[in-house]
């Protein structure tokens, strides 16, 4: 064997280790943390425990899964918290002076709109993402602010809060709604022709414009499915506690792209998987609920939590030098 040949082989073994790293790390990962925190408390490995998880997170989790597309795609949206606020106060607005069917049915439709715009800023300006939603998630976090006067929208309805609190034996709605939802996300993206224009657009540009497709409808529609998926959250979580309010969402942002980037799914575009972003979602939660269970100083946590986003990024990167 040639020295080349050797090289190349080499060179394929570690992309296809690399790809399976950026595939399944963070499903290993899951699994160790399980496995250790089961070994440290008793308390961590119940049904309960479990549940509360998985319940407490799916807001979370339903708008990192859209967040994966706009990603994708190559851009990111840092004013989903503010659609979510939006979508939160419009609901209970709805709820109390409409009718509260109204508000749950409401807030996704007003996330959609709010992603539309953001994604007609972006091609109509031709301004980063990044630029763009910073300053649209000010405007409509004014807009949340504008409809309450600044107080707190109390909604203690049972036909609003159903949604956020109902569930079917021992599991939540909500998760149901979340498992729909991701299900629906990840035909759309691998069976679709429209997931296959999102792969296209965010692995190369240029070229899907040469070959025909229309990059600005693409990137349109990638971003009012994530404003969708932000009030879709809203409409859960405000049911769940029954409370519109302003700062609702704040910081769920970078908490939704932080759990995309250790889902493996590429901060360059054009590759990436809808469960995996759920799945980071949820390594997330093991960690934070970990900590807590442990009592473990949080600092520990944060560090915990930064050291793998930088693992992760760097992962990424590493797959694009390639």
């Known amino acids: 064997m040639t020295a080349s040949a050797r090289e190349t082989g080499r060179g394929f073994g570690g992309a296809a280790a690399l790809r399976l790293l950026q595939t399944y790390a963070v499903a290993a990962m899951i699994l160790v943390l399980m496995v250790l925190l089961s070994l440290s408390s008793d308390s961590f490995l119940t049904v309960q425990n479990l549940i509360n998880i998985l319940n407490q997170n799916t807001p979370l989790a339903i708008m990192a899964a859209a967040m994966t597309l706009v990603i994708i795609c190559g851009g990111f949206d840092l004013s989903v918290g503010a659609i979510f606020a939006v979508a939160s106060v419009t609901a209970a607005w709805l709820a109390l002076n409409v ?41 409509y976090r004014g807009i949340a602010i504008l409809i309450t006067g600044g107080t707190l929208l109390p909604v203690r309805l049972d036909d609003f809060t159903w949604l956020g609190r109902g569930r079917i034996g021992a599991v939540y709605y909500a998760v149901i709604v979340l498992v729909v939802f991701a299900v629906a996300l990840t035909i759309l993206l691998n069976r679709s022709t429209i997931g296959r224009k999102i792969l296209a657009v965010g692995g190369n540009e240029e070229a899907a414009i040469l070959s025909g497709i229309r990059t600005t409808r693409i990137k349109i529609v990638a971003f009012s499915i994530n404003g ?12 769940r506690i029954s409370l519109g309010q302003a700062t609702a969402g704040t910081g769920m ?21 809808v ?9 997330l939660a093991l960690i934070n609920n970990g900590f807590n269970i442990l009592n473990a100083d949080p600092f520990y946590k944060d560090l915990t939590t930064g050291l793998i986003i930088v693992a992760a990024v760097g992962i990424s990167a590493a797959g694009r030098r390639r």
């Open 99 to 139: 009718h509260p069917y109204a508000g749950l049915m409401a807030a996704p439709l007003v996330g959609m709109l709010l992603g539309f715009v953001n994604g007609l800023t972006i091609t109509t300006l031709n301004i980063h993402s990044f630029l763009a939603t910073l300053a649209t998630g000010l405007v």
């Open 275 to 283: 469960w995996r972003s759920v799945a980071g979602v949820f390594m």
């Open 253 to 273: 942002e970078l908490e939704a792209i932080a759990a995309v980037i250790i889902g493996g799914t590429s901060i360059y575009g054009g590759q990436g998987a």
């Open 228 to 239: 969708f998926a932000a009030g879709l959250a809203a409409a859960i979580a405000t049911s």
